[in-house]
């Protein structure tokens, strides 16, 4: 019984919003002035404004050493980042070097070819990085 009450009730408010919703702003809607229109720009003067300020900062190519590989890198890495971003990597061997120069063609694109890798990967060794470490000497048992 009590559910029935408490749904007649919720039934009734419902209503109630249905009318306000369809009925009850018709008339305020329409005593509403129109808003005004916004003012067009000419395309002449957008081009003639002016910034608040300009800044400008310096920028500080890091050293990078001359060496055989050297201009791939700039022609080919500096493209997508800055050289810094390989001074903030570790000293890394060439093989792993070999993959992130890869991993920059495959993974996102990177215009190396692949008579391009090698000297850069050269290059990456000879400036920030290390050779690979010899190969262990495996062991023939027989």
């Known amino acids: 019984m009590q559910t029935f009450r408490v749904l007649g009730i919720l039934g009734i408010f419902a209503l109630l919003i249905l009318g306000y919703a369809f009925w009850g702003r018709s008339g305020r ?5 129109p808003a005004p229109a916004a003012k067009a720009i000419p395309v002449s003067q957008l081009t003639e404004l002016q910034p608040v300020k300009d800044i400008q900062l ?5 050293d990078m050493p001359a ?3 050297r201009e791939q890198f700039v022609t080919q ?5 800055s050289p810094r971003y390989v001074l903030n990597q570790p000293i890394f061997p060439r093989k792993t070097w070999t993959t ?3 991993k920059m063609v495959k993974a996102y694109g990177a ?3 692949p008579e391009e ?3 850069i990967v050269d290059y990456l060794v000879a400036w920030h990085g290390k050779e690979d470490p010899p190969a262990a000497p495996t062991q023939n048992t027989k």
């Not at 809607?29 to 002035?33: V, Y």
């Open 111 to 113: 215009p190396i070819t």
């Open 67 to 69: 060496g055989p590989g």
């Open 29 to 33: 809607e329409a005593s509403l002035p």
């Open 100 to 102: 992130e120069v890869a």
């Open 77 to 81: 890495c500096v493209i997508c980042h």
């Open 58 to 62: 310096e920028y500080h190519q890091p």
């Open 117 to 119: 890798q090698k000297p």
